[in-house]
């Protein structure tokens, strides 16, 4: 079993940036492939992946040069660095965790989430 715990999100003007974090708790998190994803009205989609063993990272298009996903295995913590924010980011942002040696695609766990709400 693993926990995954969110913390971060807040208000911030467009153009801001914000730097959340997830912290895991109950397995080795080197493990894992670590992903954020964000709530859009009917969907979760994927933002950003990292894997356990080499740290390959993988992007959504639409935030590629804005967020960067790193992990800190030791801290068994992953983060998602976020800047110039635009209003069409506000969402609920979750973390995920997936046994695997690739991108998270089918989640095992997710986090509770953090909201993000970024200002005109």
């Known amino acids: 079993q693993v926990q995954l715990v969110e913390s971060g999100g807040g208000l911030v003007q467009a153009g801001g940036s914000l730097r959340l974090s997830c912290a895991a708790s109950?397995?080795?998190?080197?493990?894992?492939?670590m992903g954020w994803f964000r709530q859009v009205p009917g969907d979760r989609e994927f933002l950003a992946s990292i894997s356990g063993s080499d740290g390959s990272t993988y992007y959504r298009d639409s935030v590629k040069g804005r967020f960067t996903i790193s992990r800190d295995n030791a801290k068994n913590t992953v983060y998602l660095q976020m800047n110039s924010l635009k209003p069409e980011d506000t969402a609920v942002y979750y973390c995920?965790?997936?046994?695997?040696?690739?991108?998270?695609?089918?989640?095992?766990?997710w986090g509770r989430g953090t909201q993000v709400t970024v200002s005109s």
């Open positions: 995920a965790a997936e046994r695997t040696q690739g991108q998270v695609k089918y989640p095992d766990y």
């Open positions: 109950g397995r080795t998190l080197s493990r894992y492939a």
